[in-house]
């Protein structure tokens, strides 16, 4: 007598368990969550500025800084004789912890100059200018009441001072209240830049206090086109160039820019020589930034939480992070809260109002270095994201118009964008990157 087996059908699919990663991402002021099969995740790629332990507090780190500058005297050593003192400071699109570094330079400026008149003047570059609401939350009442503050416009050709030409051959013009200074200060922040190579320094000056004329100049296509013109690096960067000449033209004399991890703490800081403290600062970042690419067909980023995700504009930065990773013909999907909007005319309705994003790019490449129009290098970047991967963003719904007109799909939220994602990539199962916080990252390739 033969047994005979009896073939019984398994379903597969109710056997296997998946196990499931976890992923936080920074929304506006809160985190946004996803799981993803680890099976399906290619990496998780983070700064290690998020891992960093600083030994000291936030106020330690900044008072060291400040009294062992790199390259320089002390601050407190420039002062003394100084009638008219000026700090450039980042404005409200920038997490500057000016409650803490504010304070600290204006601190070592009165120990030997009492009387000089403190003017902070807010960089504003392109942006709008800050609320009264926004300079409290950054400076606090009591600066807002006691220090005065000016608000840079570049649109303001009376504010301002030409210089000559930079070295691109663009006009150098810049804000009289920080030429005419006796003593040129600025405060900042060290992060990966997508164009810039970092943020601080030099940039506090061009483009933080230049004229439209002046950053427009700068900002031009040639350039951003440039190979040299990416994230993390400095070398060849022909808006670096322009830049380091205008900050030592405006005559900016001290620096204080820090380093801040994913919380907006401060975990390093360094202060002194407009340039040489700088790229003490880039090093340091470089270190901590730069991670390997784990290219994949999915690629899920956000531009930093707030105050860096407060409209489409900014968030072009995170987007760039994810271009670095994202196999050709992906999907990126960044989430971005953008209470703010598009965060710019021009550049809203550029995609609104053309008919293809290949229409955008050959009409910018064919502008000249002197006939950049507002809002173009931002155009210019998203365009060619664009033009090479399917963009969905993940925002309020309100916003849902602004980001269809300008040809992006959206989504409510990470789920969402993840099904609409794997529904436009040939995969069966494509393989997801995630990049939590796309403007920390430099993404080596």
Excluded at 184 to 193: K, M, R, T, W, Y
Excluded at 418 to 434: D, G, R, Y
Aim: glycine fraction near 6%.
């Amino acid at each position: 007598m033969y047994l005979v087996p009896i073939m019984v059908p398994i379903n597969l699919e109710k056997e296997v368990n998946f196990i499931m990663k976890q992923i936080k991402f920074p929304f506006g002021s809160r985190e946004l969550e996803l799981e993803v099969e680890e099976d399906q995740l290619n990496g998780i790629l983070l700064s290690q500025a998020h891992k960093f332990e600083a030994e000291k507090s936030e106020i330690e780190i900044v008072k060291e800084a400040v009294e062992n500058p790199i390259a320089s005297k002390r601050l407190s050593e420039l002062a003394p004789g100084k009638k008219e003192i000026v700090i450039i400071s980042s404005d409200h699109t920038r997490p500057v912890p000016s409650h803490i570094t504010m304070p600290i330079l204006i601190e070592e400026i009165r120990r030997t100059a009492p009387e000089a008149e403190i003017t902070i003047l807010v960089a504003t570059g392109f942006h709008r200018a800050s609320t009264e609401a926004e300079l409290k939350d950054k400076y606090g009442e009591e600066i807002v009441k006691t220090v005065n503050i000016e608000m840079h416009n570049s649109r303001d050709q009376s504010q301002m001072v030409n210089l000559g030409q930079l070295p691109s051959g663009g006009d150098m013009i810049l804000n009289k209240t920080a030429v005419d200074a006796d003593l040129l200060v600025a405060e900042g922040f060290i992060e990966p830049h997508f164009f810039a190579g970092f943020s601080g320094g030099r940039k506090s000056v061009l483009p933080g206090v230049a004229s439209k004329t002046t950053v427009l100049a700068n900002h031009c296509a040639e350039f951003i086109d440039s190979a040299n013109a990416r994230t993390g690096n400095l070398e060849g960067n022909p808006m670096h160039q322009d830049m380091l000449y205008a900050a030592k033209a405006a005559g900016l004399a001290f620096i204080l820019n820090v380093v801040i991890d994913a919380d907006k703490k401060v975990i390093n800081a360094f202060a002194g020589h407009r340039e040489k403290a700088h790229l003490k600062g880039t090093e340091f970042v470089d270190s901590l930034a730069g991670v390997d690419a784990k290219p994949a067909d999915i690629v899920i980023t956000s531009n930093g939480g707030y105050p860096l995700d407060q409209n489409i504009y900014q968030s072009v930065k995170g987007m760039t992070a994810a271009e670095a990773a994202c196999k050709e013909g992906g999907v990126i999907i960044i989430a971005a809260e953008c209470s703010d909007g598009h965060g710019g005319e021009e550049f809203y309705r550029t995609f609104r109002d053309t008919e293809s994003v290949q229409q955008i790019m050959d009409q910018i490449l064919a502008r000249g270095r002197k006939e950049t129009v507002p809002d173009q290098w931002e155009t210019q970047i998203l365009a060619r994201i664009m033009l090479k991967f399917k963009v969905i963003m993940v925002t309020d719904p309100a916003k849902r118009k602004i980001v269809e007109n300008m040809g992006m799909d959206w989504a409510e939220d990470l789920d969402q964008a993840v099904e609409k994602a794997e529904s436009l990539v040939e995969s069966k199962k494509p393989s997801i990157t995630a990049i939590p916080d796309g403007v920390s990252v430099i993404i080596r390739k």
